[in-house]
Nanobody
Framework: QVQPVESGGGLVQAGDSLRVSCGASGRTFSTRAMGWFRQAPGKEREFVAAIRWRDDSTYYADSVKGRFTISRDNAKSTVYLQMNSLKPEDTAVYYC??????????????????WGQGTQVTVSS
């Protein structure tokens, strides 16, 4: 069992930057990747970014590519999502998630088994 815990959300203005963090505890040795999804009011949860443990390969949704950066601190089992040039449409609850080993695409929710409670990011115009 792995438990991700997010922190660092908040209220910012359009164009600002914000960093959210996710610490994972438990059986982290079985981790294939960690990622971030988000869910805006009235919308389905969507993929944002992921980082693969084996080689630090990163994956991004087109909507955030060039603005968001995912990184990790291996020693702390912590993943960060640096969000720059934020837009009002980035407003959502951001969820950290952990993917155990599987052949499923990291862009899809079914690759992930453990989810955090979420942290609210609000971008005002």
């Amino acid at each position: 069992q792995v438990q991700p815990v997010e922190s660092g959300g908040g209220l910012v203005q359009a164009g600002d930057s914000l960093r959210v963090s996710c610490g994972a505890s438990g059986r982290t040795f079985s981790t294939r990747a960690m990622g971030w999804f988000r869910q805006a009011p009235g919308k389905e949860r969507e993929f944002v970014a992921a980082i693969r443990w084996r080689d630090d390969s990163t994956y991004y949704a087109d909507s955030v590519k060039g603005r968001f950066t995912i990184s990790r601190d291996n020693a702390k089992s912590t993943v960060y999502l640096q969000m720059n040039s934020l837009k009002p449409e980035d407003t959502a609850v951001y969820y950290c998630t952990v993917a155990p080993y599987s052949g499923r695409s990291l862009f899809n929710e079914d690759a992930y088994a453990y989810w955090g409670q979420g942290t609210q990011v609000t971008v005002s115009s």
